[in-house]
């Protein structure tokens, strides 16, 4: 029977930790971290995550700002909010929160981001330090993912990891990172043939897939570590992308969902504003 990760108590500790060291830093810099949030449109999921994002700044300390614009904002304006809060230096994270409406460019948007205030990790720049083996700043839910490895104590180094899913906000950051810390590193996708054959290799096997319930005990291997990062809702009811009671006897660590990757993520943006509020601030 698997060890549950509890992502939720998790998530709690290092949003404790990150509450200290925000109070720490206000105290001896007397300049308060700031993220930015800019939210274009008003997609339902999209503003709930805004939300959390902004009680979460709230109780670390960390002063947030969300930016809510209509859908219709043409790319000049995003382009033009995104330019004053690259130059306001009282800002120190910015997040373009995605999707983002059809009419406009993501990627040429996000990469209008300073580098040092890309608290995503979206920017050609930060993507290039991680796939170069210099991870710095790296997106949230990966980044989350490795500290709940790094939490339990599963051993990356020498261990055949399988992602499913290869999307830049999940998928490839995820890879690079446990490539970083030496596992053998398999990504698969939609395309991949004999995908069942490929996860049962895995001693880690990392699911973003978006499809709920997909991987059930015929993908896994007895005594893998199974991470489930997929958010789905069926008749309204959050679920994983890994059929859960199937795979909990004989995995040896798995995540729930909720409660799992999802608190992780929103704990590592925190992480992530200190870290470009140190570069900035130069402490
Ligand atoms: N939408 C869904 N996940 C994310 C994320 O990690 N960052 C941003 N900016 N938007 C998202």
């Not at 790319?75 to 910015?94: C, M, P, T, Y």
């Not at 710095?136 to 599963?154: A, D, E, F, K, S």
Request: charged content about 20%; aromatic content about 4%.
């Amino acid at each position: 029977m698997a060890q549950l990760m509890d992502g939720k108590q998790t998530a709690i500790a290092l949003r404790e930790q990150i509450k200290i060291q925000t109070s720490e830093l206000i105290a001896k810099y007397h300049i308060i971290p700031h993220l930015v949030v800019l939210l274009i449109g008003d997609n339902a999921a999209s503003m709930s995550y805004v939300r959390g994002k902004e009680l979460a700044c709230q109780k670390a300390g960390i002063k947030s700002t969300i930016i809510k614009k209509e859908d219709t904002t043409s790319q000049a304006e995003v382009l033009e909010i995104i330019h004053q809060l690259n130059q306001d230096s009282n800002v120190h994270g910015i997040l373009l929160q995605l999707p983002i409406p059809k009419h406009l460019n993501s990627d040429f948007i996000i990469n209008q981001i300073s580098p040092s205030k890309d608290v995503d990790g979206f920017t050609w720049t930060n993507v290039a330090k991680l796939s170069n083996g210099f991870p710095h700043l790296v997106p949230c839910t990966p980044l989350g993912v490795m500290r709940l490895l790094q939490t339990y104590q599963v051993r990356i180094l020498g261990k055949r990891a399988v992602v499913i899913g290869r999307s830049q906000i999940v998928g490839k950051p995820m890879a690079a990172l446990l490539l970083k810390d030496h596992a053998t590193v398999t990504i698969c996708h939609s395309k991949t043939a004999d995908l069942r054959a490929v996860c049962k290799e895995a001693d880690i096997l990392i699911a973003a897939i978006g499809v709920p319930n997909m991987i059930d005990s015929s993908y896994v291997k007895i005594g893998a570590t199974v991470i489930d990062v997929g958010i789905s809702k069926v008749d309204g009811v959050i679920k994983g992308d890994v059929d859960y009671d199937s795979v909990f006897p004989i995995a040896a660590y798995l995540t729930p969902v909720p409660g799992g990757v999802g608190p992780m993520t929103i704990a590592c943006l925190l992480e992530n504003t200190l870290t470009c509020y140190r570069d900035l601030v130069g402490v």
